[in-house]
């Protein structure tokens, strides 16, 4: 049974930093594009980075960009999103997903909230 738990989300100060863990089972990370994606309150869902299976080419949403980082323990079958310098736009619930986009993804998380706040 493939299974994708969320954890690491919560409170945190603008100019904070919070690592995202989503720990996969039922499948290997190291073999399938996984996703991160989020839902700000009222809003639809946006996609936020991607790692490729394999040699693990990663991309971000120029809302994040240099700002955080998608990465896998391939060892622990789990993914990370190391978010830096977070900002007052980026609260919301983030998912990873087993896929590549917003939507349409085989499997998610159940999501875990991040808030931004002073």
């Known amino acids: 049974e493939v299974q994708l738990v969320e954890s690491g989300g919560g409170l945190v100060q603008p100019g904070g930093s919070l690592r995202l863990s989503c720990a996969a089972s039922?499948?290997?990370?190291?073999?399938?594009?996984m996703t991160w994606v989020r839902q700000a309150p009222g809003k639809g869902l946006e996609w936020v980075s991607l790692?490729?299976?394999?040699?693990?080419?990663?991309s971000y949403a120029d809302s994040v960009k240099g700002r955080f980082t998608i990465s896998r323990d391939n060892s622990k079958n789990t993914l990370y999103l190391e978010m830096n310098s977070l900002k007052s736009e980026d609260p919301a619930v983030y998912y990873c997903a087993k896929g590549v986009g917003a939507a349409g993804n085989d499997y998610w998380g159940q999501g875990t909230q991040v808030t931004v706040s002073s």
């Open positions: 790692i490729e299976s394999g040699g693990g080419t990663t």
């Open positions: 039922g499948f290997t990370l190291f073999n399938n594009y």
